[in-house]
Nanobody, 126 residues
Framework: VQLVESGGGSVQAGGSLRLSCAAS????????MAWFRQASGQGREWVST????????WYADSVKGRFTISRDNAKNMVYLQLESLKPEDTARYYC????????????????????WGQGTQVTVSS
């Protein structure tokens, strides 16, 4: 199993980024996928999860209305569109594969995910 994130970078507040995660080595279309983030010196924070079929999706209150998760099962890709970025969004963003099949016990719990990418850094300046 391999998850490879890309698309991070440095932007000013109010800017946008699109993160991508390329998945391989497993049956991508039957697993929920998620994005988490971790700011320097802080714990890993759940951001968003999308079902195996591409919907519905759920978001942390801190990003609701600004971030959009999506996936392309034909390409084994999951995306996170980041809009109206704030300095507090600065973190390393990780893609994660849920251990369940077409379901999740607790999609906000990092323990519900069994594989993680290496992350991509997002830095938002004010």
């Amino acid at each position: 199993v391999q998850l490879v994130e890309s698309g991070g970078g440095s932007v000013q507040a109010g800017g946008s980024l699109r993160l991508s995660c390329a998945a391989s080595g497993f049956n991508f279309s039957i697993h929920y996928m998620a994005w988490f983030r971790q700011a320097s010196g802080q714990g890993r924070e759940w951001v968003s999860t999308i079902t195996s079929r591409g919907g519905p999706a759920w978001y942390a209150d801190s990003v609701k209305g600004r971030f959009t998760i999506s996936r392309d099962n034909a390409k084994n890709m999951v995306y996170l569109q980041l809009e109206s970025l704030k300095p507090e969004d600065t973190a390393r963003y990780y893609c994660a594969k849920n251990r369940g099949v077409r379901s999740s016990r607790n999609f906000q719990d990092p323990g519900d995910y069994d594989y993680w990418g290496q992350g991509t850094q997002v830095t938002v300046s004010s």
